[in-house]
């Protein structure tokens, strides 16, 4: 396993740090992410002939490596790190409704007391508006304006948090086999009609030196990992999918 890492350039302690930080990124980066970069650029140091045993010993690697303690580890710490931090609402709508009829009726002795420096005239007037706002403050029908406003906003804090939750469950699954199950599925779907034949049509310098490839539209907007099994060739993923189907019946129906 060791070996095939130094085949491809890497370090054990690059290769984790690599696999860790796609972990803490959901995947996000796709094509362009730090993983699918440096594997890219791994790749293409070794033989196209040999990339196929690479690629089986790099799975075992990787499979090894998130089944290690060391990486229960990390994935509880990553997962506890990504998890949202929701706003606490205090109280229920009857202790909020409580509290704003409690500051209501402060805000109201408040005016009233400060309605003594007021001349007579003023005064009276100020006080009868005063004692208006206050009544319709507090009738029946505007205490059940004010709780069926309540319980909507609630509802709709509510059902927003949720759906950050279940995104965040989503992304990052207590159980982590699972999200190792979501990312080889996603790998053999995405890679089941690699096209090799283009590979065919090559883009090279006047020296002769291929540089890259002549992909069709319909090939260029293909999934990232399909362009990516492209870029290392057959042997590579032929060796990549039968990796990840061995290891996807190992998690079973995660």
Known sequence: MQSALTQLGLTDT????????????????????????????????VP????????TALFAWAKAYVNSPAFETAYARIRSEAKPQLSQTAGTVDEELKKQQDESLAAYESGKAAAAALPAGERETFLASLKQIFDM??????????????????????????????????????D?????????????????DVDFEARKNTIRTPAGETVGFALS???????????????????????GRAAAEAWLKEIGSK
């Open 137 to 174: 403050r507090h009738n029946p029908e505007m205490q059940r304006i004010l709780r069926a406003g309540l319980e909507e906003e609630r509802a709709k804090s509510q059902a927003g948090e949720d759906q950050v939750m279940t995104r965040w469950q989503e992304a990052f699954p207590a």
């Open 14 to 45: 690059a290769a984790r740090v690599l696999l860790t930080n796609e972990v803490r990124s959901s995947g996000e980066g796709g094509y362009s992410s730090e993983l699918a970069v440096a594997g890219r650029a791994a790749y293409l140091r």
């Open 48 to 55: 196209e002939a040999a990339r196929g045993a690479a690629t």
């Open 176 to 192: 982590r086999q699972v999200l190792f199950a979501r990312r080889l599925r996603e790998f053999l779907d995405a890679t089941a």
């Open 217 to 239: 539209d319909a090939h260029k907007a293909k999934p990232w990992q399909w362009l990516d099994a492209f870029v290392v060739g057959k042997e590579a993923t032929t060796a």
